[in-house]
């Protein structure tokens, strides 16, 4: 089992990543009072909530279900956690316990920030996206309607418990959209993970612990770092954005849950690459292994052909980062190198979109 | 115009008391970008939203009004806030400016906590209670159909201003519910203050604005003290919610909104006092004089017949305060003085229910 700590003075807490479930009262630890309420939903609940009530012996466990899928992130949702907490008459003292993906975590979170004006949770990531994402730095919400995570809170976790042996049980498909975030990873801070991730695909698609664990802990360790700089996104968090301006804008046109948020993201990064190597900020060969990376790691490059210039502009425009009218874009300037930047000429921008709705081999040259 | 402030490290912040709106360049000094949004409510922007505006001569602001009353303090309203947010493209810099009562201010407060994770918010109080109370301390949120402000967040504003020139247009019933929770920082910690009432009460019902003005200024200077103390409500901040736990069972039970707020903060104030000289700890002169200040102002101090002991219990369970099943009271040991306690004998509790039904003259005796 490896440890490391989000270092954000009195809401600092550790992640543990490994066997995690499996040791002796590790979860216990992290919980101050005898009541807890695991918020899971229909999928995972069936395979793991009885590892969770295993290591708790000794608590008041009462559990929640939500639908699974992005779609059912919303306020409505959200309702039906605050229902069940003061149905069965949970205080203050009480800790939420998220025992799945970026949905259940991104919402138990918010829920324990805003239940009683804030109760502590803890975060058990079962989806791989989760535990090198979501689950860390404190982001935590809903969707709106007209635009993703518009509203929530940053709420810090007591622990993160990223369970290496949960990820075997995960749909290819999921696996795949967890990759896109490591890549991300690499591609904003960390030429030499990149490279390691390019020798190392095939090991992590086949889900090979080592592998895994690698790939969890450094993730986990560039995020930490850039959170512990700066918790409430005023600066440099932004660059952990790169290719989700793009990406949410592919996840909103489509109706959340059509694409998972790692696929959008992963096509949203290359578009990211394309735009920067427009820009003259990136040469094209950074863009080349980016996108033959991403194809590697069986994710999607190619951009919905039903989206119009229109709609990414409109969408985009209400991202979380526009300042002053403008939308703001993470971009690199070099393998492992981002950066934040509003001045981005339209007709470039343009471009970028409709190439990326070209089949790979033709786009982006 | 009189000035104080609110001593929370960087989360401080003044509360200007007076004549405010009309101080020229005061409400702008606290807002950062250009971008404002108004929330007030049907009743209150058709008088005061043209000052807001005139005051704001440079910025770009639009309004949203909600619709009047503690009823509508629930998820579903709080949700047309986000979309007109969303449908008007705010952003991260957009300033809330609460202009209305506690529910304008508890809810434009949780917006602004909640939206794009964290948007400035500015309360501008037209109630006295409001004044008083709610926007002070950062406390906001919405009811829950199971029990009130169990959904929210601690928040603070960047500044808040009370006129106490609007007060001139406040209905006479809502006067006398501010006024409740004035006499409530004389019981819980200035027995000089709570004389003064007794002197000025007359004074106060008249509007007449000296006395207004001190009676808001020594109420926001106590409430500023305690949450500079306990901002989270970890100790000592729970005693400003004397009355609050009978209040909130009553407001409950009989339907948000049938009651105002302070008329059932009074009666569960005396209720308190009551419970306190039952348990030994009041004089009984103290309880008459609540019950004789409350009555001056126009106060209700009977509680209504409908309510069962069954409902009160079952209420004050799902209090905030409860800690371990046992239901923690804010109680009196003098004039001046509050404590919180969860160790109340279940025979007295009853016996206080029972009572607070009686007619004034024949109760607490």
Redesign the interface.
Known sequence: MKQLNVDLGERSYPIYIGSVLKQDGLLAKHIK??QVCVVSNTTVAPLYLKLIRNSLPDHSIITINLPDGEEHKD?TT??TI??TL??N?Q???TTLVALGGGVVGDMTGFAA??????VPFVQVPTTLLSQVDSSVGG?T?VN?A??K??????YQPQAVLADTDVLLTLPERELSAGIAEIIKYGLISDAEFFAWLEDNMDALLACDKQALGHAIHRSCEIKAEVVAQDE??GGIRAILNLGHTFGHAIETAMGYGVWLHGEAVAAGMLMAADLSRRMGMLDQSVVDRTQALLLKAKLPVVTPAEITDKQYLSLM??D?K????KIRLVLLKGLGEAMVTSEVPKVLLHKTIQVSRLPAEQARR
């Open positions: 009072a005898k306020l959200l309702n605050f229902d003061l149905t008459r205080n203050r003292t920030a805003c239940y009683q004006r804030g982001k919400g709106h007209q635009g995570n518009m509203i929530g809170a940053f409430r996104e425009s209400v979380k526009v300042l002053d009218g």
